[in-house]
């Protein structure tokens, strides 16, 4: 039951992740008179959250194998 506890949790924060990064990317691509300070600060989250989906997916292909 353990495992499929961890399974569920992960699709979760994957899902959560995966929305994250798309709001960042709306916002890098649709606002207007960001300084490079706040457009930094932007990617940075999008990166962030790349790596934790990748991350995640590693642990549920693992989990799922």
Known sequence: MKKEQEILILR?????QRLLKKMHEWTF??????TETKVNA?????????????????????LED
């Open 12 to 16: 979760q924060k994957l899902t959560e």
């Open 29 to 34: 691509h649709n606002a207007k008179n960001l």
């Open 42 to 62: 932007i990617l940075d989250e999008v990166n962030r959250a790349t790596r934790a989906i990748e991350a995640i997916e590693a642990r549920l292909k693992e």
